[in-house]
């Protein structure tokens, strides 16, 4: 589970100028060696004591189904399903897409707090998706809609409502949930990010965007170490080191494009979190404007600890625990379905059979 993640950015920073002047002029040069000593950075911050959060996590038992390649055989993203072993079906659905500055991350990294609100009673969808330099924007946007389109596709094989989703996100991941949910409800957007939305905009009852980066025109003047650690991802993600001047960084910024079609929203940041003032909470302001339903939850500027970036996955704190009773509580409001309070186990269907559960339906269409 990711902690900590964009201060983890800016730690790569200070080790870059440790590095050495040579290391500068390589890192100057192209995205590469920066996404990668980012990522590797990322990838330190993510090694999470998981057990730390099972005393604090209410639920039922959660079955999860491993590895579904929503791209076909020949795919390499996946998603995880995660199910309460309850009875009441369909369930609502939470597509959650993970964060990690565009260039790491993992869906693992989110697979804990998504157990989680599984065993509150909803269907849980962890997206992974390929992050750059390997792949530049907006491959992410299009295999994302391609993840929704799987799940309506399979909605009734896993007892899914897809006319009640919940799109979710956390740090970048809750700007490309927050672009989906643009595709969804604005043609114009959807059109010019080119995909063909995978919902209709009345299927998508809300979205929970954590910690996110919404404003480019903020983040390219954003100072410190973070700044530098999203202006080098966003190198790397769009393809250019001008990216701040590119069609792709304007498409990207979700100010520019919300309007009262936008979802109802869950917004969330620390007061410890440097994006919290820049982004999550002018983004809010912009939406209520609009008159888009806003449920906030932030935190004063003095509060002490101070809660930093993705505080909302250390369920070992009150101030996580209240943030998940905010969020579940938002999702029933959306949904209109109750929660279940109980307390969860975890059973894990590997891919291999889940495709032989699958095999009687293919032989059935083969036989036709």
Excluded at 21 to 49: D, E, M, T, W, Y
Excluded at 168 to 194: F, K, V, W
Excluded at 302 to 316: I, T
Aim: hydrophobic share 45%; charged share 20%.
């Amino acid at each position: 589970m990711k902690i900590f993640s964009l201060p983890a950015v800016g730690v790569a920073a200070g080790a870059a100028a440790a590095a050495g002047l040579a290391a500068a002029v390589v890192l100057h040069q192209h995205p590469l060696p920066s996404a990668l000593l980012i990522r590797g950075v990322f990838a330190s911050a993510n090694k999470f004591q998981a057990k730390k959060i099972q005393p604090h996590i209410p639920g039922l038992r959660v079955i999860r189904h491993r590895g579904l390649r929503y791209l076909g055989a020949g795919g390499k993203p996946s998603l995880d399903l995660f199910l309460p072993a309850t009875d009441r079906k369909p369930l609502p659905v939470v597509m959650w897409i993970h964060g990690g500055a565009w260039i790491s991350g993992d869906k693992e990294d989110v697979a804990p707090y998504l157990k989680v609100l599984a065993g509150y009673g909803y269907a849980v969808v962890g997206v992974g998706y390929s992050i750059s330099p390997e792949a530049v924007y907006p491959t992410a946007v299009k295999e994302l809609n391609a993840a929704l389109a799987f799940v309506r596709e399979h909605a009734d094989r896993y007892g899914l409502d897809t006319n009640r989703i919940v799109l979710a996100g956390d740090s970048a991941g809750a700007q490309l949930a927050a672009q989906l949910a643009l595709a969804i409800t604005n043609p114009e957007y959807a059109r010019d990010t080119g995909v063909v939305p995978a919902a209709a905009p009345e299927q998508v009852r809300g979205i929970l965007l954590n910690c996110g980066v919404f404003d480019f025109d903020a983040v390219a003047s954003m100072a410190g170490p973070v700044g530098w650690g999203l202006r080098k991802a966003l190198w790397s993600y769009t393809g250019s080191r001008d990216w701040a001047s590119t069609s792709a960084a304007a498409h990207m910024s979700i100010p520019a494009h919300v309007d009262h079609r936008f979802p109802p929203t869950y917004i969330s940041g620390g007061n410890g979190d440097n994006l919290t003032l820049t982004q999550s909470l002018p983004l809010a302001d912009r939406l209520e404007e609009l008159g888009v339903p806003v449920v906030r939850s932030f935190w004063p500027q003095d509060y002490k600890p101070a809660l930093g970036h993705e505080y909302q996955f250390q369920l070992y704190r009150p101030e996580a625990r209240e943030s998940l009773r905010q969020t579940v509580g938002f999702l029933e409001d959306v949904t209109g379905v109750s929660a279940l309070p109980r307390r969860p186990l975890e059973k894990v269907i590997p891919l291999e059979e889940d495709l032989l559960a699958e095999l009687p339906e293919i032989e059935e269409k083969l036989a036709a």
